[in-house]
Nanobody
């Protein structure tokens, strides 16, 4: 049974930091592309950061230089370090594991709220 369990969300002031974690189980974590998406109220879900099994990364322009995605294959966990947070970063953040075209899994999401 595949599980992606996010943690680390919460309320933080503008300029602060948070680290999100996503613990994975039920699949071969090291061979999957791991990503973080977010969805703000009234908006669609958008890609925040992506990390391939070989270590290549992609970031949304809005978070470049502030967010860092990383993974620990020994712990089956992917992280999102978020620094210099802004109110516009407020959203539900979702962990996403993919090995397209066949396999793709979503976590349940964790709320991040940045106050001004």
């Amino acid at each position: 049974q595949v599980q992606l369990v996010e943690s680390g969300g919460g309320l933080v002031q503008s300029g602060g930091s948070l680290r999100l974690s996503c613990a994975a189980s039920g699949f071969t974590f090291s061979s999957y592309v791991m990503s973080w998406y977010r969805q703000a109220p009234g908006k669609g879900r958008e890609l925040v950061a992506r990390l391939t099994s070989s270590g290549n990364t992609n970031y949304a322009d809005s978070v470049k230089g502030r967010f860092t995605i990383s993974r620990d294959n020994a712990k089956n966990t992917v992280y999102l370090q978020m620094n210099s947070l802004k109110p516009e970063d407020t959203a539900v953040y979702y962990c996403y594991a993919s090995q397209l075209p066949r396999y793709a899994y979503w976590g349940q999401g964790t709320q991040v709220t940045v106050s001004s």
